[in-house]
């Protein structure tokens, strides 16, 4: 069984900053792709950021320039940086990741959620 944890979200007036952690756990040999995405009330599931194992990133045209994504895959751990954060960026953040395990192939895990409210 694999988990990920996230942690870091809270309150903060608009242009400041967050940074939010995701650490997986449990039977892992090697974590592909993990990504960060957002659920705000009301709204579907949406792509922030990913990137690959190598480093290689992706952002959604609302995140760039503003939030940065990196990873340390000796800690099974994927970051986000959130600055110049805007009302709108209000949500819950989830993290997911391609999880290769001992004696099973690739699975999908997602984390439980950490709320991002931003004050305007």
């Known amino acids: 069984q694999v988990q990920l944890v996230e942690s870091g979200g809270g309150l903060v007036q608009a242009g400041g900053s967050l940074s939010l952690s995701c650490a997986a756990s449990g039977n892992i040999l090697r974590i592909g792709v993990m990504g960060w995405y957002r659920q705000a009330p009301g709204e579907q599931r949406e792509l922030v950021a990913t990137?690959?194992?190598?480093?290689?990133?992706n952002y959604a045209d609302s995140a760039k320039g503003r939030f940065t994504i990196s990873r340390d895959n000796a800690k099974n751990t994927v970051y986000l940086q959130m600055n110049s954060l805007k009302a709108e960026d209000t949500a819950r953040y989830y993290c997911k990741g391609s999880v290769t395990g001992w004696g099973y192939g690739v699975n999908v895990y997602w984390g439980q959620g950490t709320q991002v409210t931003v004050s305007s």
């Open positions: 990137i690959t194992r190598d480093g290689d990133t």
